[in-house]
């Protein structure tokens, strides 16, 4: 049986081309980067490549590329360090996140509130998942010291109007970060570019959600903000991420970066959005009840999620794997849990349709075909159950 891999936003396999640029740095270049010796020298020089690649496709200088272990801890480094450093620049101890943010993002929010006082107000959304302009100008002030919110919701595929959300923060001073994790690919981090993203102070990327390698990612930083350190130790990353780099991870990381900026041009993403748009249409006239979640025109090009009420998400997540249909039922990082999604929750659905939800995600590489059959194979699986 040939698998139809829906869950791309959940992770994606490893390139060919990441591979051979990584290999020479996971054998005979594996030296330590902080080493002087010519071995440690020429990892410093892969790392250093691999930095300026990243800054190149964003759009800024290597220094302000900070190398990490992947997009939670990004999101760590930049809601806790962001804030931690306007705090001690003299900024006020308030942050501003939103009701749908990744958990990493959440949990850091909390962490602040727990142990460094901080103030901490939710933006809430509306039945589309996208967060109000004029919810946040009520809320942020002149000693809000961040405001978070992610580019692309990794649930319901909502992509945010990050750019005016910015430009509010910014007009009270306060930092802006936004986690990019599910667009870094289908949109340039080039602020020259995509001007969506030229109001954010920091932006969070992880590689294995475009065809890199799990365990690396980066903290792309537009502005000089003080940043404090989550990981202490040796010093690297220029004092802003201590810990030995993970150089292959990088190199990796920067060829995904580079492969995925060169292929998803205007074109593609056209076909892959019309592609979305046709298998939304025939899930919601094959499936009696199913509702798409999201916003039907702002969401990501190659994510469609639902929920189907009466049908546990589940027990439909497992009859399409025994199809061949690889899909999820949320957030990978929420997988096994069997609470309503909060994501859902602050969008309005109650908590038994919350618990119904199942997400497809998709990549340029996958056919019209997959996603017509995968229709199908879910109106039966859906049918199946229901009897």
């Known amino acids: 049986m040939t698998l139809i891999d829906l869950d791309q936003a959940a992770t994606t396999a490893v390139r060919r081309e990441v591979l051979e640029a990584m290999w020479p740095y996971l054998t005979g270049a594996y030296g330590n980067a902080s080493s002087r010796h010519a071995l440690g020298r020429h990892a410093a020089d892969g790392l250093a490549a691999a930095r300026e690649t990243v800054a190149r496709l964003a759009g800024v200088r290597p220094a302000q590329i900070v190398f990490t272990s992947g997009g939670t801890e990004s999101d760590n480094l930049a809601v806790i360090g962001l804030t931690l450093g306007a705090i001690a620049a003299g900024r006020g101890r308030h942050i501003v996140v939103s009701a749908i ?13 727990r142990w460094h006082d901080i103030e ?35 649930e319901v595929g909502t992509v945010q109007p990050v750019q005016q959300l910015g430009e509010l923060a910014r007009a009270v001073g306060a930092r802006f970060h936004v986690d990019a994790v599910q667009t870094a690919g289908w949109v340039s981090l080039d602020a020259s570019v995509s001007p969506e993203l030229s109001t954010a102070d920091a932006i969070t990327v992880s590689a294995h959600k475009l065809g890199g390698p799990k365990g690396v990612g980066a903290l792309v930083l537009r502005t000089n903000a003080p940043l404090e350190p989550v990981l202490h130790g040796g010093g690297q990353e220029r004092d802003r991420r201590s810990g030995t780099e993970n150089v292959a991870g990088a190199i990796g990381f920067a060829r995904a970066l580079e ?19 046709a298998f939304i249409h025939a899930v919601t006239n094959s499936v009696p009840g199913a509702q798409l979640t999201g916003h039907p025109t702002l969401r990501l090009p190659a994510h469609a999620s639902f929920v189907v009420p009466g049908i546990g998400g589940e027990p439909l997540l497992v009859a399409l794997d025994d199809a061949g249909v690889l899909a999820s039922s949320g957030s990978a990082c929420a997988a096994g849990r069997d609470e309503p999604s909060p994501v859902l929750l602050a969008m309005g659905f109650d908590a038994d349709t919350a618990r119904t939800a199942i997400r497809f995600t998709w990549g340029v590489s996958t056919t019209q075909d997959e996603l017509t059959r995968a229709a199908h194979l879910l109106a039966n699986s859906a049918a199946t159950l229901r009897a």
């Open 101 to 113: 943010e990744h958990e990493a993002v959440r949990a850091s929010a909390d962490y602040l509130a």
């Open 120 to 154: 901490v107000s939710v933006l809430p959304v509306n039945n589309s998942g996208l967060v109000d302009a004029g919810a946040l100008e009520a809320v942020v002030r002149h000693d809000t010291a961040l405001v978070s919110v992610q580019h692309a919701n990794n």
């Open 259 to 277: 492969l995925a900026a060169a292929e998803h041009d205007p074109t593609t993403v056209a076909r892959v959005s019309a592609d979305r748009d």
